[in-house]
């Protein structure tokens, strides 16, 4: 059963300094990984969706990095705002065809 | 705008009398599922839909029904909700069920079931 893991559960940085979220999973046969954002009280965001056959994918200030072989995908998140401040969560898409989430990371930039 | 919406945001309840939580996209899109996020557990899948007419279930179907007429619409109903289904609930939608594709999430239901 694939299992998504997110270290640190949460993480709290001073404004301008980049933000490093890593995630991993136990079963490396996946399709692709999706990073969302999650404000409170708010549905989810897409921000980045990186096929298996990518090593990364990049989007204004943020970059996600996947390494299939070893189960873990970075998410680089330069300059970071107060704005920043959300829940980041990543999901694969396992052999299956299901979406599996990580429990998430909950970000807090302080200006 | 493409987008899909959810009704009602927010529902506090009383336990088995039913209710039905909507959900409708305007991209198109053939898949959409429904999922339950609880503290602790993450998000997990309740059902599934691949197109019209056809729909499967996920990791916790038990207590939960849906049904998908058209090809917009994929309501979540709860025939005799229980407190345990005091939930924050996400209706999401993708292209195809085609694995490869991105998916897009509805703004959340917020049930309390007492």
């Known amino acids: 059963k694939q299992e998504v893991t997110q270290i640190p559960a949460a993480l709290s940085v001073p404004e301008g300094e980049n933000l490093v979220l890593n995630c991993s999973f136990t079963?490396?046969?996946?399709?692709?990984l999706q990073w969302f954002r999650q404000d409170p009280g708010k549905g989810l965001t897409s921000l980045l969706l990186?096929?298996?056959?990518?090593r990364e994918q990049t989007s204004g200030r943020l970059n996600a990095s996947l390494d299939k072989s070893s189960g873990r995908s970075t998410l680089y998140i330069a300059a970071s705002q107060p704005g920043d401040s959300a829940t980041y969560l990543c999901?694969?898409?396992?052999?299956?065809?299901?979406?599996?989430f990580g429990a998430g990371t909950q970000v807090v930039v302080t200006p | 705008e493409a987008q899909v919406t959810q009704n009602p945001r927010y529902l506090i309840t009383v336990t088995g009398k039913k209710l039905t939580v909507t959900c409708s996209q305007n991209?198109?899109?053939?898949?959409m599922s429904w999922y339950r996020q609880d503290p602790g557990l993450g998000l997990r899948q309740i059902y599934y839909?691949?197109?019209?007419?056809?729909?499967d279930k996920g990791d916790v179907p038990e207590g939960y029904k849906v049904s998908r007429k058209e090809k917009r619409n994929f309501p979540l109903i709860l025939e005799s909700p229980s407190p345990n289904q005091t939930s924050l609930y996400f209706c999401?939608?993708?292209?195809?069920?085609?694995?490869?594709?991105?998916?897009?999430f509805g703004p959340g239901t917020r049930l309390t079931v007492l």
């Open positions: 999901a694969v898409t396992d052999s299956w065809g299901k979406l599996q």
């Open positions: 999401a939608s993708s292209l195809s069920g085609d694995s490869y594709n991105e998916q897009f």
């Open positions: 839909s691949m197109n019209v007419e056809v729909t």
């Open positions: 990186i096929q298996s056959s990518q």
């Open positions: 079963d490396s046969a996946i399709y692709n």
């Open positions: 991209m198109n899109h053939e898949y």
